[in-house]
């Protein structure tokens, strides 16, 4: 809450500068891997200022999306737009969403996997609040089984996001969290057994950017 809280103002510009300005291609591609969602009725978890949801409806008009933040700070920038397109956004805590069982057709998140307090808890609602072949997206950073190539990427992130911390809030800390958080996230095996024992199997991954991010696609 305290990062967040803090960095809510300057999210977009931040993302853009961390990803090298390809976070919005990454997000407009892991909305095309999810193929047509017209009709369909969609939740976007951890929206922040909806940049996930705003594409989903870009590329299809007719869905209905609700988005989802605990944070107010992280949604207020994007709140305008979103209300603009006809996104509903509500305040709400990922791990407890207030969603009854089987709502969506498919459920959004963008950087959110990292940021559950437990993690399978959190795939578990997933499943939840899901449809029977309801489709789960996300977009987030991977650790690496490979123990050389995970400490590169650890230290890559860990240098570029202290950077970023510095030049954009002059706190090193805010963004080199996003290292710091891979340390306790399983990597990309293990996340894969995590979703399999919540009931989502895993249809498509595409890793981006040397491996040091993936797009994932799963099925309940």
Not at 46 to 71: H, K, S, T, W, Y
Not at 160 to 189: E, V
Not at 197 to 205: E, F, S, V
């Amino acid at each position: 809450e305290e990062i967040f809280s803090e960095v809510g103002s300057r999210y977009n510009a931040v993302t853009k500068v961390l990803s090298f300005f390809r976070d919005g291609p990454w997000k407009k591609r892991l909305v095309k891997l999810a193929g047509s969602l017209d009709k369909k009725v969609v939740a976007d978890i951890a929206c922040g200022p909806g940049d996930i949801g705003l594409e989903i409806i870009r590329q299809n008009p007719d869905a209905f999306v609700i988005g989802a933040d605990l944070m107010s700070e992280m949604i207020l920038p994007g709140l305008d737009m979103m209300r603009t397109v006809g996104m509903r956004v509500t305040r709400q805590d990922m791990m407890q969403l207030a969603f009854t069982e089987s709502s969506f057709d498919l459920l959004s998140g963008g950087y959110a996997l990292r940021n559950a307090p437990d993690l399978p808890a959190f795939l578990h609602e997933v499943n939840r609040v899901l449809v029977p072949d309801g489709v789960a997206i996300f977009l987030e950073f991977a650790r690496s089984p490979n123990s050389v190539v995970w400490r590169i990427h650890y230290i890559a992130l860990l240098v570029w996001g202290s950077i970023t911390g510095l030049i954009f809030h002059g706190k090193p800390s805010i963004y080199a969290y996003i290292a710091r958080s891979l340390k306790h996230f399983p990597d990309r095996n293990q996340l894969a057994i995590l979703f399999e024992d919540a009931g989502l199997h895993i249809g498509k991954r595409e890793l981006l950017m040397m491996g040091m991010l993936e797009i994932i696609l799963a099925k309940k």
